[in-house]
């Protein structure tokens, strides 16, 4: 029987490679919404004895969001995390200590928003709201 994240894969039109396969694993089995750098997915990986390369996990996370089972949240030029959470919502940064949690979209009122372009739509909205705090509270 082909696990959860198997099946979530094949529905993306990508194959479950063995590499594919245990990122999804530790990305999807439980459920959970979270958020990822590479780095951080390639020591959760070699924790659980998968050997990847960094650069396996950076192909394999970029596939999944261009598949549509993650989207990147760019919050400075240098880190950027990987979300699986699809839905609309925003985030609260930590500068000091790196975490990203989520803020429910209803949760943010946005305004006086700009018109796009001529022939252009907003297609979404990110907020990013950065705290100047060691660690956030659990």
């Keep these: 029987m082909e696990s959860n994240a198997g099946q979530r894969l094949r529905r993306a039109g990508l194959r479950t490679t063995r590499q594919r396969l245990a990122l999804a694993e530790i990305l999807f089995a439980d459920g959970l919404d979270r958020h990822v750098t590479a780095e951080s997915l390639y020591a959760s990986a070699a924790e659980q004895g998968v050997k990847l390369s960094l650069a396996t996990v950076y192909n394999c996370l970029h596939q999944f969001t261009n598949a549509g089972l993650l989207r990147i949240v760019t919050v400075d ?3 950027a995390y990987f979300d699986t959470n699809l839905s609309q919502h925003h985030h609260f940064y930590y500068e000091k200590s790196g975490d990203l949690r ?4 209803s949760h943010v009122q946005l305004a006086n928003l700009p018109q796009a372009p001529a022939g252009q739509r907003i297609s979404r909205v990110d907020v990013i709201l950065r705290l100047d705090d060691a660690a956030p509270a659990s």
């Design 102 to 105: 989520d803020i429910p979209a």
């Design 77 to 79: 030029s240098g880190r």
